[in-house]
């Protein structure tokens, strides 16, 4: 399967949620997720992947407070 890159932005500044929809059929490889740079560090306190199929979803908790 081809690689495919999902543009999004991020907005600096306070706690919050972002959704992103993956165009993508079949089962997952990898998932990469590259932050913006910036002067102060990124918190993630869990990613979600939801199928639009209405599968069960996969969590990853960080432990991120």
């Known amino acids: 399967a081809d690689a ?8 600096a500044g306070t706690m919050q949620t ?3 929809e993956i165009p993508a059929s ?3 490889g990898i ?7 910036a002067q102060e560090s990124v918190d993630v306190d869990w ?3 939801q199928s639009l ?3 069960q979803p996969r ?3 960080f432990g991120a407070k």
């Open 4 to 11: 495919k890159s999902i543009a999004y932005s991020l907005p």
């Open 53 to 55: 199929s209405g599968g």
């Open 18 to 20: 972002l959704s992103v």
């Open 26 to 28: 079949g089962p997952w």
């Open 31 to 37: 998932l990469r997720v590259y932050w913006p740079a």
């Open 47 to 49: 990613i979600e992947l």
């Open 59 to 61: 969590r990853w908790d």
